[in-house]
């Protein structure tokens, strides 16, 4: 392995640290090595916390180094104030003469401005050093930016005949297609991003509290799609253990593209990423307007017979994984 690409993929396994803590910022790596030797390292902080470049440098114990070694950083360093000062003048500040990026910000408060910075304080520095993984990596934060709507995951789970619920049933509770093991990688995958969306029937049916209970880490905005106003606060998704987003028909048309304009509304809230949850109806939507990134589908191990069916969709299958006896299939929307 080049010795760049080595400290960038060090930069990257360092930066997933972040994940769920870091929103609406971007959860970056960075790594500072003098003599071919890590004598630093760090990871964006919580929001409105330090920068992993600032992390990085302050880990450092001997500071006299650092005007003879390199900064490896996964996304081009800031050069705007925000909650904190740019990190690309405490580059320059600190006398770091080597800065290796993995790929560019395309924030427009950046977008080319820090490393512009860098190199006219005589910076050497080189760019697009595992890009490709850098910007996978950074999918949420670059999904926001350019594509101007949150980073869109469709989650559900089927039985082996290709049902997500029974036509009817008894209790106001879901009704389980998968393990508990499955169970609460969905916590866990909760806890990783900033919302989830349901629909109404998915609230009256389920009741659901949408929140981590069976993983470590903070429950998400809940998103829930009400059309006519017909929910009321004694549902479960409206208790005071996460904050609850209601989108109805004044909030945007329902007559027009639903899933196109819930995307611009979630953008105008500052969320940068939404798990989808919602039942059939909901789950279609995005998929008939394409407008969702990732799928991650579970097949359990039961049969229903009948009922109502999975999502009908095509994606790229990317990787397949038993879970005891459910399977988990992730696609993307390439």
């Not at 949408?210 to 929910?231: A, E, F, H, M």
């Not at 038993?322 to 299939?329: A, E, G, Y």
Request: contains cysteine; neutral net charge; hydrophobic residues 35%.
């Amino acid at each position: 392995m080049k010795i760049h690409e080595k400290y960038i993929n060090r930069c990257l396994q360092i930066a997933k640290n972040g994940l769920g803590t870091t929103r609406p910022n971007p959860m970056v790596g960075a790594v500072i090595v003098y003599n071919k030797k890590i004598i630093g390292e760090g990871f964006t902080s919580p929001y409105g916390q330090a920068h992993a470049e600032v992390n990085a440098i302050n880990s450092v114990k001997d500071k006299s180094l650092l005007s003879k070694s390199t900064i490896y950083v996964t996304l081009e360093p800031c050069s705007h104030y925000g909650k904190t000062p740019p990190c690309s003048d405490l580059i320059i500040e600190n006398k770091i003469p080597n800065v290796v990026i993995g790929c560019i910000d395309d924030n427009p408060e950046v977008a080319g401005k820090g490393i512009q910075k860098l190199r006219d304080a005589g910076c050497s520095v080189i760019v697009g050093v595992l890009e490709k993984d850098c910007k996978k990596h950074l999918k949420r934060f670059f999904s926001f930016h350019n594509k101007k709507r949150p980073y869109i995951i469709l989650k559900w789970a089927e039985t082996k005949d290709g049902f997500i619920a029974p036509q009817t049933k008894d209790e106001q509770k879901p009704v389980w297609i998968t393990n508990i093991y499955s169970r609460q990688l969905v916590h866990k995958w909760r806890a990783e991003e900033q919302a989830i969306l349901v629909g109404t029937n998915t609230v009256i049916e389920d009741n659901p509290s949408l929140t981590v209970r069976d993983w470590c880490g903070n429950n998400p905005s809940r998103i829930v799609l009400d059309r006519n106003s017909k929910l009321d606060t004694s549902f479960s998704v409206f208790n005071t253990q996460a904050e609850t987003i209601t989108i109805t028909e004044k909030d945007i048309d329902f007559e027009k593209p639903i899933a196109y304009q819930i995307g611009s509304f979630l953008h105008s809230n500052s969320i940068n990423s939404v798990i989808i949850e919602g039942g059939s109806k909901t789950l279609q939507t995005f998929i008939e307007e394409d407008i969702w990134d990732e799928a991650r589908v579970f097949i359990g191990n039961s049969e229903f017979k009948s009922g109502i069916k999975a999502p009908d969709f095509e994606g790229n299958l990317i990787s397949e994984t038993k879970i005891k006896k459910d399977t988990l299939r992730i696609y993307t929307n390439d």
